[in-house]
């Protein structure tokens, strides 16, 4: 019976320790989180003066907020006068301290009262009516002082004085905001170029740099831009205006839109560590419809000495329909594919924006080794104020496959016109000509065209 | 009844205080080696200070044989490569599914041995500067702002202000200090047994550049060419016995991928005034000597293709140890024909000059083939430096001493032009030059007197130089050589005869370059 006894209360120990604190972590992009920390505190009927020693060291103290019912909030202090010897000399100015000398010759210490002058730049003591430097003459001194000023903290201290209706454990909600933890995606994508397809791993990447650890907390992090104020009402409105819509599932996570964010919800309580990166996956897509794209972009009509590699890079649709459906958070999505011998390899990286659902993506992954583009400005006359550019691109294709280059022709000085071209372009708009170039493998393709440019005017 | 009930409460017990323990992996069985090219830097160069071991990227890929249970499995990865950039972690694994890792880089260091000893009992050691006498005093860290602030006896006193010769002594290391950075996972595994899991990451401070050596014969007008690839491993950490491939193109990175930043507040135990200060740890100063060993005779390493980019893999497992560089050969090849291509190019605030000693200039040869299996050549040519030499005599004599020349990224089938040396056989004086117009629209008269000293016939071209200099070309209002526009400057062919001196002249009309 007596070791029944004995287990029921460390189960209920336990218990009780478990719910002790309850600490919730809403991290958003900007460098930025809201802590919520629920805990019980011990109250006194009357006045009451809380310490919170373990906030964050980056705590925006503007921004605290506590809340509990039955109690009446008088006033909130965040203490960041830290202790220092020359605050301690400084507070002590026009008091006593002791110092203790030691002779360099005989090593005999001797302690004297001292009184503190003035601290700029160094002490100034009155000692036995005599006015010296402390340490001027560099023989070893201690500097000893009776007790710690009342104000002066090891650490940033937030602390409140509220007032309670009556004795016993009340129940509080301590949230503010802080710096120093910041929350990024990061994707990894596996690309099968035969098949057309694309594996992608979603990671949200927490990184703390507070100062402290957060043990056992509910995290959710958001995406997307949000005002950053420093008044905290505006923080307040744009928090607790949650819109109910729709949820969307990806594995066990969960998406909820607020506002024109989206929230990601973590379902199991985690600890993050102070100085600690964490990666905890969050979505996946497999088979996700994808191709290769090479690209070359002009800005001008000119001519170059030199062949440049074209651009290289996978795009896909975010979000199928019936399948998938939630927006990527912006990060950086790593491409990989598999070498001859099967291995994944990595082969560029590129940022992505907040990406809707239904969105197209490229995935610029680097240069092309083997395909290569060159301009020659072949002729350029003005009449009035339009100028006509005769301009080839000699592009070529190393690889032992044919391709296509996806080529955009902007011109940034008029609106521009395509005449005479002896491939018809893709799209033509005012500013921007797109064409796709087919090269045959180890082959050479001229593009020629003439332009006319009406100048902007002034 | 009472049994099942002593179970049931046993199993409560036991489950509300389950910790589940970890499985530690000393060290990976096999590492691989996946390296990339820094486009930022030319060449190796100088650690220091500016994140330089920072520079280049690779991605690394690591085999542990790991004792996993069904369910979740906390694994702690020693032996990590440091520079790890832990938000690339990849596992594929369609067995076992990774659901978390945690990088943690909270180091022990004597700072941070300070600052997480806040408010614990130490031991003082203090020692008489005079006697040698040697005292231990029990006191308590009471604050590390700035300075370390201790009670001793409950008064404080600062360390180390006072000119004795103190120490601390600490019995315990603070939790949660490591001393190095470790990588743990959290996996969920399908069942128990033991598994071999394979894990990438992208670390930094590893690179290659690929070394050409052209050794020239100017009277055949065909060179040599060998070309090694130079790995170099600026890190701490070494590989035994790993793969290693090295990936020659472009590739497209993002500055967010570098390893997190290990700033350290440094705590200062001298005397008042005293300041704060960060710096970053991990930097050293040591100097890579670039001796790169370009011999002969070592067995050649053909590019296989990796999508868009040529991939060289080493012939066989090697060691590539901390701070160490290692090359293989991957082209050698012979009689490869060339041409010479020469040009000057001039600055406008240059030629405007009256001082006399910039009048006289020498042409720049730019050595010229294609590449081609017809040439004794038709391979990639990957991005890198080449030193040039001359076959004089059985000796060879360098060329381009003052630093090497540029290599480009060159496929099967492209233009080849390397910039080689000056060449004083061909002089390009100065013999007049004036300015009219305004310093905003100045109009230059010029005249080159160009001289060939070559038993052959070449062509000059004369090319404006500065795109981002003062001016810029708003007419040619004339010149006795073809004009040409590239790259948006405008250049002259001049024709020159063997043995022969021939004038250019040309009047320019410039105006202000704002670019």
């Not at chain 2, 040409?484 to 009309?509: M, N, Q």
């Amino acid at each position: 019976m007596k070791n029944k006894i004995v287990l029921l209360l460390i189960l209920f120990v336990n218990l009780v320790m478990a719910d002790s604190s309850e600490l919730t972590l809403t991290v958003y992009n900007e460098d930025l989180a809201l802590i919520e920390d629920k805990r019980q505190i011990n109250l006194q009927k009357g006045k009451n003066h809380i310490e919170f020693i373990d906030v964050s060291p980056l705590i925006r103290p503007e921004t605290v907020s506590l809340k509990a019912d039955g109690i009446t909030i008088l006033e909130q202090n965040f203490d960041f006068d830290l202790l220092t010897p020359e605050k301690l000399m400084e507070k002590s100015v026009n008091q006593e301290i002791r110092i203790v000398r030691v002779n360099p010759g005989n090593g005999n210490q001797v302690t004297e009262k001292a009184k503190v002058l003035s601290v700029n730049q160094g002490a100034i003591l009155d000692i036995n009516g005599q006015i010296e430097i402390l340490r001027a003459d560099s023989i070893p001194t201690r500097v000893i002082f009776d007790k710690i000023p009342s104000n002066l903290r090891s650490k940033p201290t937030l602390s409140i004085d509220v007032l309670s209706k009556k004795d016993g454990l009340e129940a509080m909600t301590l949230s503010y905001l802080s710096t120093g933890i910041t929350w990024k995606s990061d994707y990894v994508a596996l690309f099968d170029e035969k098949n057309k397809s694309m594996d992608i791993q979603g990671w949200l990447t927490l990184t703390n740099k507070t100062g402290i650890s957060f043990s056992d907390i509910k995290l959710q992090v958001i995406a997307g831009e949000i005002y950053l104020s420093d008044s905290e009402d505006e923080f307040e409105k744009n928090y607790k205006q949650k819109k109910s819509n729709a949820v969307f599932y990806a594995g066990d996570q969960q998406k909820s839109e607020l506002l024109d964010y989206y929230i990601y919800k973590i379902p199991n309580r985690t600890t993050i560590e102070n100085n600690q990166s964490k990666q905890i996956g969050f979505m996946e897509m497999a088979s996700v419809k994808s191709e290769k794209f090479y690209s070359y972009e002009s800005s001008d009509f000119s001519s170059r000495t030199d062949s440049e590699p074209v651009e290289v890079g996978v795009k896909f649709v975010n979000g199928y329909t019936d399948k998938y459906g939630f927006a990527l958070p912006a990060g950086i999505i790593r491409v990989y594919i598999r070498d001859v011998r099967g291995n994944p390899t990595f082969i560029g990286e590129s940022s992505i924006n907040h990406t809707p659902v239904g969105a197209e993506v490229f995935v610029r992954t680097g240069q092309a080794f083997d395909v290569l583009a060159k301009s020659t400005l072949v002729s350029e006359e003005q009449s009035g104020s339009k100028i006509k550019y005769v301009v080839e691109y000699e592009f070529y294709n190393a690889r032992s496959h044919s391709v296509e280059v996806l080529f955009n022709q902007e011109n940034y000085h008029g609106r521009q016109k395509i005449i005479d071209y002896n491939l018809p372009p893709k799209t033509t708009h005012a500013d921007l000509t797109s064409w796709v170039v087919p090269i045959g493998a180890k082959e050479k393709f001229v593009l020629k065209f003439t332009a006319v440019v009406e100048k902007n005017k002034k | 009844m009472k049994l099942i009930l002593n179970y049931i409460l046993l199993f409560s017990v036991l489950v509300s205080n389950l910790v589940f323990s970890e499985t530690v992996s000393v060290a990976a069985n096999e590492k691989e080696l996946t390296i990339y090219r820094d486009e930022t830097y030319g060449s190796f160069y100088e650690l220091g200070e500016d994140g330089v071991e920072d520079a280049g990227l690779a991605m690394v890929t690591e085999y542990r044989d790991i004792q996993l249970y069904q369910g979740e499995n906390l694994i702690l990865l020693k032996d990590i490569v440091d520079g790890i950039i832990p938000q690339t972690l990849n596992m594929n694994d369609i067995e076992n599914s990774l659901q978390e890792s945690n990088f943690t880089y909270n180091l022990l260091t004597p700072s941070d041995l300070l600052f997480h000893s806040l408010n614990q009992p130490v031991l003082l050691v203090r020692t008489n500067p005079k006697t040698g006498k040697i005292a231990n005093i029990p006191a308590i860290i009471r604050s590390t702002s700035e300075t370390v602030l201790l009670e001793i006896d409950g008064k404080l006193e600062p360390l180390g202000c006072n000119g004795y010769k103190e120490k601390l002594v600490f019995s315990k290391i603070p939790t949660g200090l490591v001393e190095s950075p470790e990588l743990r996972l959290r996996l969920q595994a399908k069942e128990t047994r033991k598994v071999r899991i394979k894990l990438s990451y992208l670390v930094a401070g590893i690179q290659w550049k690929a070394n050409y050596t052209a050794i020239l014969n100017f009277s055949k007008k065909t060179f040599n060419l060998s070309a090694w690839v130079t790995v170099l491993n600026s890190r701490s950490s070494s590989f035994h016995n790993a793969s290693i491939q090295v990936v020659a193109g472009r590739l497209e990175t993002q500055w967010a991928t570098i390893p997190p930043e290990l700033e350290k507040a440094i705590a200062n135990t001298d005397c008042w005034p005293v300041l704060l200060h960060k710096k970053k740890s991990y930097s050293e100063e040591d100097e890579v000597e670039e001796i790169i060993v370009t011999g002969i005779r070592a067995s050649l390493t053909k590019p296989e293709e990796l999508d868009d980019y040529k991939l060289y893999v080493f012939p066989h497992k090697t060691d590539l140890t901390a701070k160490q560089t290692k090359q293989i050969m991957i082209l050698n090849n012979s009689d490869i024909p060339f041409k010479l291509e020469y040009e000057y190019l001039f600055a406008f605030e240059e030629i405007l000059s009256d001082d006399e000693s910039e009048k006289l200039r020498f042409a720049y040869a730019n050595l010229v083939t294609e590449n081609l299996e017809k040439n004794n050549l038709g391979v990639p040519v990957p991005a890198g430096e080449i030193l040039f030499y001359e076959k004089v005599n059985n000796a060879s004599i360098l060329i381009n001493h003052d630093y090497p020349g540029e290599v480009k990224d060159a496929p099967y089938g492209a233009l080849i032009k390397w910039g080689l040396a000056q060449d004083k056989r061909i002089t390009i004086y100065r013999e007049y030059s004036k300015q009219e117009g305004t310093d905003d629209n100045p109009i230059v008269t010029l005249e080159f007197l160009i001289e060939n000293k070559l038993s052959e016939a070449i062509v000059l071209t004369i090319k404006q130089y500065d795109y981002y200099g003062s001016y810029k070309v708003k007419k040619i209002k004339y010149a006795n050589a073809k004009v040409l526009k590239e790259d948006g400057l405008y250049s002259w062919k001049v024709h020159l005869p063997s043995h022969s001196k021939t004038r250019f002249k040309a009047k320019i009309e410039l105006t202000e370059n704002q670019y």
